[in-house]
C-alpha cells in the first residue's frame, strides 16, 4: 500500500459528458501528479501541483483540468468527454514537507471508460 | 525533450533463469533514474532507484546502474520466479521539490513460466 488514495476505483459515463476523479496523496507529502495510461500512449505526465499550486504541465488537454486543495487533495476535472478519453488515469505523491525526494509513489487509479 | 525507450515484450522466461531488461533514455539534463513495476489490475510501485551517474539501484534481487556514458538503465536479475510476472516500467525525472513529472517508456510485459 503506496498510502496515496483515490476514488472512484471504476467510472463509466457516455460521450460529452464531465467527471472529477479524486486523490489523496501520502500523509505529509506536497505534491501531487496525474498521469493517464492508456494502450497506445502508454504512461503519460498530465500535470503537477505543489502545495497548492500548479507546477508544471505534460501533455494535458484543454479539455482537462485539475486543482489542489488546502487539505492537499487533488481533483482531476475531465469535460466534454471522447471515446479517446478512455483510459487509467493515475495519481501519484512526493516531496515531504521540509525534504527532497526522488521517487513518487503512486496510487491504484481510477479506470475511466467513455461509452 | 526527454524520452525512455526500452525493449518491448512480452518476454517470456523459465524460472530460474537471468533476466535483463533494457533501458535507454535521452535526457536534456541530469535525471534520476527508476524502474517502476505494475501487477495486474495494480498501480505502479517503486522497484528501485537511481539519482546519479554509476549509482547502483537495488531490491528484491533486482539491479540496474545509472551508466551515463551509454545513457542506459537496464533492469536484471540473476534468477526470477513466477511472482516476477508483471510489467515493468523504466522512467526518469528531476530531483528536487516541485520536480516535474516522470518520463516513461512503453513498459514490457514480463512472464515466467514454472
Known amino acids: 500500500d503506496s498510502g496515496v488514495t483515490q476514488t472512484p476505483k471504476h467510472l463509466i459515463t457516455a460521450t460529452g459528458q464531465r467527471v472529477t476523479l479524486r486523490c489523496s496523496p501520502r500523509s505529509g507529502d506536497l505534491s501531487v501528479y496525474w498521469y493517464q495510461q492508456s494502450l497506445d500512449q502508454g504512461l503519460q505526465f498530465l500535470i503537477q501541483?505543489?502545495?497548492?499550486?500548479?507546477?508544471a504541465k505534460g501533455n494535458i488537454l484543454e479539455r482537462f483540468s485539475a486543482q489542489q486543495f488546502p487539505d492537499l487533495h487533488s481533483e482531476l476535472n475531465l469535460s466534454s468527454l471522447e471515446l479517446g478519453d478512455s483510459a487509467l488515469y493515475f495519481c501519484?505523491?512526493?516531496?515531504?514537507?521540509?525534504?527532497?525526494?526522488?521517487?513518487?509513489?503512486f496510487g491504484p487509479g481510477t479506470r475511466l471508460t467513455v461509452t | 525533450g526527454d524520452s525512455v525507450t526500452q525493449m518491448e515484450g512480452p518476454v517470456t522466461l523459465s524460472e530460474e533463469a537471468f533476466l535483463t531488461i533494457n533501458c535507454t533514455y535521452t535526457?536534456?539534463?541530469?535525471?534520476?533514474l527508476f524502474w517502476y513495476v505494475q501487477y495486474p489490475g495494480e498501480g505502479l510501485q517503486l522497484l528501485l532507484k537511481?539519482?546519479?551517474?554509476?549509482d547502483k539501484g537495488s531490491n528484491k534481487g533486482f539491479e540496474a546502474t545509472y551508466r551515463k556514458e551509454t545513457t542506459s538503465f537496464h533492469l536484471e536479475k540473476g534468477s526470477v520466479q513466477v511472482s516476477d510476472s508483471a510489467v515493468y516500467f523504466c522512467a526518469l525525472g528531476y530531483s528536487g521539490g516541485g520536480a516535474d513529472g516522470l518520463t516513461f517508456g512503453k513498459g514490457t510485459h514480463l512472464i515466467i513460466q514454472p
Open positions: 501541483y505543489y502545495n497548492g499550486e500548479e507546477r
Open positions: 537511481a539519482t546519479k551517474a554509476d
Open positions: 535526457a536534456t539534463g541530469y535525471p534520476s
Open positions: 501519484a505523491s512526493s516531496t515531504p514537507r521540509g525534504g527532497v525526494s526522488h521517487e513518487q509513489y
